[in-house]
């Protein structure tokens, strides 16, 4: 192997080391407790859009399955009461290769107990204001549906299925027949 350097550079490890430092100290001032959780599971992602990768363990095991993010993990500590709870870790999903795109790449999760949308909206805000100085606060805040609208002109509230469908098509999305109307948007 004649290229056994790495691909990123010291300058960008130390930035990505900042980032995930200044993200705990973000948390840990919250009082938001960092878990570590498996990456293999006995089950893949049943999310139809994500393609989990297999593993295999010895030779008389059935298959695991790389975890394609800690969700379903955490939300067992939550249900065990672990209280507000987030995690740094790397995730892994088959078919995500491209320019933009890497099987194995890090993911921040993070579930608060007691908070509505708006508090973590804030949260959310306030975190990428400190990662990201340049935009600012207050972020812009939208619905979805307006935002919907005012991309395409479609108002979900009235639209039909068939004028969301003739959407995604002028979109080049194919949508299958029996597709269910909750994942059509």
Not at 146 to 173: C, H, M, N, W, Y
Request: aromatic share 8%.
């Amino acid at each position: 192997m004649s290229d056994w350097r790495p691909c990123a550079s010291l300058g960008l490890l130390r930035d990505r080391a900042e980032v995930l430092a200044t993200i705990r100290q973000f948390f840990s001032e919250r009082q938001v407790l960092e878990v570590d959780t498996p990456a293999l599971a006995s089950a893949a992602n049943p999310d139809a859009t994500i393609d989990s990768i297999t593993a295999t363990v010895g030779s008389d095991t059935e298959p695991l399955f790389l975890h394609t993010s800690p969700e379903f993990f955490m939300k067992r500590l939550l249900c065990a009461g672990s209280g507000s709870i987030y995690q740094l870790c790397h995730v892994f999903r088959n078919d995500e290769q491209g320019r933009n795109h890497n099987p194995e790449f890090t993911m921040l999760e993070w579930y608060r107990t007691g908070f509505d949308m708006f508090d973590l909206i804030d949260e959310v805000e306030a975190l990428m204001s400190l990662l990201i100085p340049a935009i600012g606060t207050p972020a812009t805040r939208i619905s979805y549906h307006a935002l919907f609208e005012q991309t395409t002109g479609v108002d979900l509230g009235s639209a039909s299925r068939e004028e969301i469908r003739a959407l995604a098509g002028t979109l080049g999305i194919v949508v299958p027949e029996h597709h269910p109307d909750d994942g059509l948007v």
